[in-house]
Nanobody, 118 residues
Framework: QVQLVESGGGLVQAGGSLRLSCAAS????????MAWHRQRPGLERELIAA???????YYADSVKGRVTISRDLAKNTAYLQMNSLQPEDTAVYYC????????????WGQGTQVTVSS
Protein backbone atom coordinates (compact mmCIF):
# COMPACT_ATOMS: atom_id res chain seq x y z
CA GLN A 1 0.00 0.00 0.00
CA VAL A 2 1.23 3.48 -0.88
CA GLN A 3 0.20 6.65 0.90
CA LEU A 4 0.71 10.06 -0.63
CA VAL A 5 0.56 13.35 1.25
CA GLU A 6 0.71 16.68 -0.55
CA SER A 7 1.81 19.98 0.91
CA GLY A 8 2.80 23.43 -0.26
CA GLY A 9 -0.47 24.77 -1.61
CA GLY A 10 -1.81 28.18 -0.71
CA LEU A 11 -2.70 31.63 -1.94
CA VAL A 12 -0.35 33.44 -4.30
CA GLN A 13 -0.58 36.51 -6.50
CA ALA A 14 -0.49 36.24 -10.27
CA GLY A 15 3.07 35.91 -11.47
CA GLY A 16 4.17 34.23 -8.28
CA SER A 17 5.58 30.78 -7.60
CA LEU A 18 4.81 27.79 -5.45
CA ARG A 19 6.47 24.46 -4.86
CA LEU A 20 4.26 21.51 -4.07
CA SER A 21 5.60 18.43 -2.35
CA CYS A 22 4.31 14.88 -2.34
CA ALA A 23 5.67 12.62 0.37
CA ALA A 24 5.19 8.94 -0.34
CA SER A 25 5.18 6.18 2.23
CA UNK A 26 4.90 2.50 1.73
CA UNK A 27 6.39 0.42 -1.03
CA UNK A 28 7.48 3.01 -3.59
CA UNK A 29 10.58 2.89 -5.73
CA UNK A 30 11.86 3.99 -9.10
CA UNK A 31 9.43 1.42 -10.53
CA UNK A 32 6.63 3.82 -9.78
CA UNK A 33 5.60 6.74 -11.96
CA MET A 34 4.82 9.88 -9.97
CA ALA A 35 2.52 12.53 -11.34
CA TRP A 36 0.59 15.68 -10.57
CA HIS A 37 -2.97 16.24 -11.62
CA ARG A 38 -5.22 19.20 -10.98
CA GLN A 39 -8.93 19.89 -10.95
CA ARG A 40 -9.95 23.41 -11.77
CA PRO A 41 -13.41 24.69 -10.78
CA GLY A 42 -16.06 23.25 -13.05
CA LEU A 43 -13.59 21.11 -14.98
CA GLU A 44 -12.49 17.49 -14.91
CA ARG A 45 -9.28 16.44 -13.25
CA GLU A 46 -6.37 16.60 -15.67
CA LEU A 47 -2.83 15.24 -15.75
CA ILE A 48 -0.36 18.10 -15.87
CA ALA A 49 3.03 16.52 -15.20
CA ALA A 50 4.59 13.10 -14.70
CA UNK A 51 8.08 11.83 -14.01
CA UNK A 52 9.04 8.42 -15.38
CA UNK A 53 12.79 8.67 -14.98
CA UNK A 54 15.15 11.56 -14.31
CA UNK A 55 15.32 12.20 -18.04
CA UNK A 56 11.80 11.23 -19.04
CA UNK A 57 9.04 13.62 -18.02
CA TYR A 58 5.69 14.67 -19.35
CA TYR A 59 4.09 18.11 -19.23
CA ALA A 60 0.67 19.16 -20.40
CA ASP A 61 0.64 22.02 -22.89
CA SER A 62 -1.24 24.19 -20.41
CA VAL A 63 1.72 24.23 -18.01
CA LYS A 64 4.73 23.49 -20.23
CA GLY A 65 7.52 25.97 -19.65
CA ARG A 66 6.08 27.11 -16.34
CA VAL A 67 6.28 24.01 -14.17
CA THR A 68 8.97 21.49 -13.37
CA ILE A 69 8.36 18.06 -11.90
CA SER A 70 11.13 16.35 -10.00
CA ARG A 71 11.65 13.45 -7.69
CA ASP A 72 14.00 12.65 -4.84
CA LEU A 73 14.13 8.88 -4.54
CA ALA A 74 16.13 9.04 -1.32
CA LYS A 75 13.41 11.13 0.32
CA ASN A 76 10.58 9.31 -1.46
CA THR A 77 9.21 12.70 -2.40
CA ALA A 78 8.03 14.27 -5.64
CA TYR A 79 7.90 18.00 -6.25
CA LEU A 80 6.11 20.37 -8.57
CA GLN A 81 7.74 23.76 -8.98
CA MET A 82 5.24 26.19 -10.47
CA ASN A 83 6.27 29.60 -11.78
CA SER A 84 4.44 32.48 -13.46
CA LEU A 85 1.19 31.35 -11.91
CA GLN A 86 -2.01 32.75 -13.33
CA PRO A 87 -5.58 32.85 -11.98
CA GLU A 88 -6.49 30.01 -14.34
CA ASP A 89 -4.04 27.81 -12.44
CA THR A 90 -6.37 27.95 -9.44
CA ALA A 91 -7.22 24.34 -8.68
CA VAL A 92 -6.89 21.46 -6.28
CA TYR A 93 -3.61 19.75 -7.08
CA TYR A 94 -3.31 16.01 -6.56
CA CYS A 95 -0.27 13.80 -6.39
CA UNK A 96 -0.66 10.33 -7.88
CA UNK A 97 1.42 7.20 -8.37
CA UNK A 98 1.25 4.00 -10.35
CA UNK A 99 3.52 1.11 -11.16
CA UNK A 100 5.37 1.53 -14.42
CA UNK A 101 3.34 -0.08 -17.18
CA UNK A 102 -0.02 0.34 -15.51
CA UNK A 103 -2.55 2.45 -17.34
CA UNK A 104 -4.34 4.09 -14.43
CA UNK A 105 -2.93 5.89 -11.44
CA UNK A 106 -3.62 3.69 -8.45
CA UNK A 107 -2.62 5.85 -5.53
CA TRP A 108 -3.79 9.37 -4.84
CA GLY A 109 -3.14 12.05 -2.27
CA GLN A 110 -5.88 14.09 -0.64
CA GLY A 111 -5.14 17.16 -2.72
CA THR A 112 -3.86 20.62 -1.91
CA GLN A 113 -5.57 23.86 -2.86
CA VAL A 114 -3.72 26.42 -4.96
CA THR A 115 -5.40 29.79 -5.37
CA VAL A 116 -3.93 32.46 -7.63
CA SER A 117 -5.28 35.97 -7.21
CA SER A 118 -5.25 38.54 -9.97
Amino acid sequence: QVQLVESGGGLVQAGGSLRLSCAASGRTSSDYVMAWHRQRPGLERELIAAVYTASSKYYADSVKGRVTISRDLAKNTAYLQMNSLQPEDTAVYYCAAKRRGEQRYTYWGQGTQVTVSS
